[in-house]
């Protein structure tokens, strides 16, 4: 009875991540990322695995490898984001340095 419970428990994790990555609501994956590791954590004690449960597993690897991209996608737009806001920076800090220094002849 307990690979019936394996296997509805990661395909609920499925539909979750699924979700979670549909809306790209980060947070959540960060969620259910943590409630894989601990499902297939208690999974691996297990001697053998009923061939549904192998195939639910397969399913959910293969989404979150789709999810894992989606979150290095994710990580390199806000990499970019952040290297634009700091050239703007550099600009400012560029017009106050020329300012100051036409103050001070």
């Known amino acids: 009875m307990r690979h ?3 296997r509805q428990r990661l395909l609920e994790l499925y539909e979750q991540l699924g979700g979670a990555l549909q809306r790209k609501d980060w947070n959540a ?8 590791r601990a499902q297939l954590v ?6 053998g695995l009923a061939a549904d449960v192998l195939l639910a597993k397969k399913r959910l ?10 979150c290095a996608e994710e990580c390199e737009r806000l990499r970019r984001l952040l290297l634009s806001h700091l050239e703007y920076a ?9 300012e100051m220094f036409q103050e001070s002849r």
């Open 4 to 6: 019936v419970d394996d």
């Open 29 to 36: 994956m960060g969620q259910v990322d943590l409630a894989i």
């Open 90 to 98: 550099e600009g400012r800090s560029a017009y106050m340095q020329v």
């Open 61 to 70: 690897k293969h989404l979150h490898e789709q999810a894992s991209q989606a």
């Open 42 to 47: 208690a999974m691996s004690s297990q001697p």
